[in-house]
């Protein structure tokens, strides 16, 4: 069982500590795709409008890769 401990994440302009038994691999890749989706949203936005983009780019790719799998996966049971 893996041990549980704080980590800052900043998203926006807020920093928020979770508690979590991430492995410090895991927490990066959290950390670079909080980035990447923060990375394009205007500066000048507040933390609230940030979160909600931010959410929102989030999904939007969360949803591109699980139509991706999903196509894969017709594709696999066609072949079959």
């Keep these: 069982m893996r041990t ?3 980590v ?3 998203i926006g302009k807020g920093i ?3 508690h979590t038994p ?3 691999e895991e927490i990066d ?3 670079a795709l909080i980035d990447e989706a923060c990375g394009e949203i205007v500066k000048g936005a507040k933390q609230e409008d940030m979160l ?3 959410c929102l780019k989030l999904a939007y790719s969360l ?3 699980n ?3 999903r196509k894969i996966l017709e594709r696999i049971d066609s072949e079959s």
């Design 8 to 10: 800052s994440l900043t």
């Design 52 to 54: 909600m983009l931010t």
């Design 63 to 65: 949803d591109s890769v």
């Design 29 to 31: 890749r959290i950390k």
């Design 4 to 6: 549980s401990r704080d």
């Design 22 to 24: 991430l492995e410090n």
């Design 16 to 18: 928020y500590t979770i």
């Design 67 to 69: 139509e991706k799998l």
